[in-house]
């Protein structure tokens, strides 16, 4: 009896010291150093260097041509906001864009199907100018034979055409012209498609120079090192990353964190003829997604005002006097949807974080998808799970809860075997083991479905947390967003008190301080769910319903002489 007691003890503890750090970092995040407002609108000279290309490098270096990469940003323009240059308003079902005509750069993107994460009556804002993120597709050209090539510093036009996407429209294709140079003359073409979230990025090269033209094309994403939202801290010590992702088929899915990449240790892979290059946050991402069979070099660089980019290079064959070359690379621009992901790029819906038990959450997330069809809500398709999960493991609940209530049939009789041998500690233990081998009580058998929940509890949070389905999902009532805490602790207030009815159904352990504790222990816990989602309250609340009941059929059945079902 004082042994199970001890296990339950240490296993509620352990929990309520990870609960405890958990909302610690949730609702108290350490500050981290943003850059400064005019930092954070300005992107410098260093933000402005072009990446070298690597298929032409070292021609240039052993023939001395010097025009491997675009020259720096003049030192008059060093500091010039990105806001000075025209930008083009893109419309469509999906995205609010903002394309800059120096770079024809994607520089803002709101998502008008996303509420923004601290209010609900804004759009949320995925690529940025310096509202509150730095973080832009920036994308160009580079030759080591010839200089001036278009680049995402160059100033290009819009051409005449239509910036919205109208009914009945399938696609919306945005031109930009660039300068003429040498007689080449560059087409960058933005297409959008309607009920998607990916975007064509298309460079067309008209060669009128009379000599052979052997371009690299560089796309990459731009964003500073801070995460979107004091909501990207995970449980137990662990926080939703935020950073660049590369995949490929031999090294598959790598996270590179920022810290990596300042320090110079980033670890990935850096040529392949296949895979894609991301940056991901919380419930959203960005990647280039090239397709497979062309050679590329990805790329990953820590530059000034905590800015980083991350992005890869691809040759482009050969352009011969007088023809004209072409290359398209995606760019997925949205939400964290693992099934859509999945069918967009092999390996995609590997960005949705489900931190370290994702061997468990993963499975989770299947079956609440496959339930949250059968009922069209979030809310309800977590009720039908935990009712899984509780049939799943019903055999060795059964088990458990037969010895608890053994246990407490025959508490009167602990308790006078305490008073009997309370001085001769081993005749006291020795007495009880003869007394569980009489009754077959197996007393650490109450712990087994407290240890199997607490891995299922955790992985369900990652789920909730990470879920951009779960994100602003209502239930019913007031709850209008599951992966939030509830917003008048109904919840947590109702699984206090059924959490309180389990304990009273379990025998009292011989301990006066053990019980003590044990009593405090509802008390403790509706304390910390206060401030965790709601999905995961409902969960719990679900499953201390299930388990009392259980536990009041077997205990009844005990106290008869019956044997449960």
Known sequence: MDTQRLILLLVFSFSLIMLWEAWQKQEHPVAASAPSAVAARSVTSAADAVPTPASTATTAATSGDTAATVPDTAAAAKDVSRTQFARQTIKTDLFLAEISAQGGDLVRLELPGHHATNDRNKRFVLLDDGEAHIYQAQSGLIAADVAGLPSHKTVYEFAPGRFELENGQDALVVRLLAPEVDGIRTSKLYTFHRNSYLIDITYEIENGSGQPLKPTAYFHTLRDGQPEDASAVGAFGVSVFTGPAVYTEEEKYQKVSFEDIAKGKAKYMQQADNGWIAMVQHYFVSAWLPQANVPREFYLEKLDNDLYRAGLKMPLAEIAPGSTGQLTVPFYAGPQEQVKLAKIAKGLDLVVDYGWLTVIAAPLFWVLALCHKLVGNWGWAIIILTVL???????????????????????????????????????????????????????????????????????????????????????????????????????????????????RLNPPPPDPIQAKVIMFMPIAFTGMFLFFPSGLVLYWIVNNVLSIAQQWQINRMIEGDKKPA
Do not use: H
Request: net charge positive; charged share 20%; glycine share 4%.
């Open 389 to 503: 999960i509780k049939l799943v493991f019903y055999p060795l609940s059964a088990t458990s809860y037969k010895s608890m209530a053994k246990m407490k049939k025959v508490a009167p009789m602990l308790t006078r075997l305490k008073e009997t041998y309370g001085d001769d500690r081993a005749r006291l233990n020795q007495e009880m083991m003869d007394l569980y081998k009489r009754e077959k009580i197996n007393p650490l058998s109450g712990c087994l479905p407290i240890l199997i929940q607490i891995p299922v509890f955790i992985a369900l949070y990652w789920v909730l947390l990470g879920s951009v389905e779960m994100r602003y999902a209502p239930f019913v009532g007031y709850i209008q967003d599951l992966s939030a805490k509830d917003p008048y602790f109904i919840l947590p207030i109702i699984m206090g008190v059924t959490m309180l009815l389990q304990t």
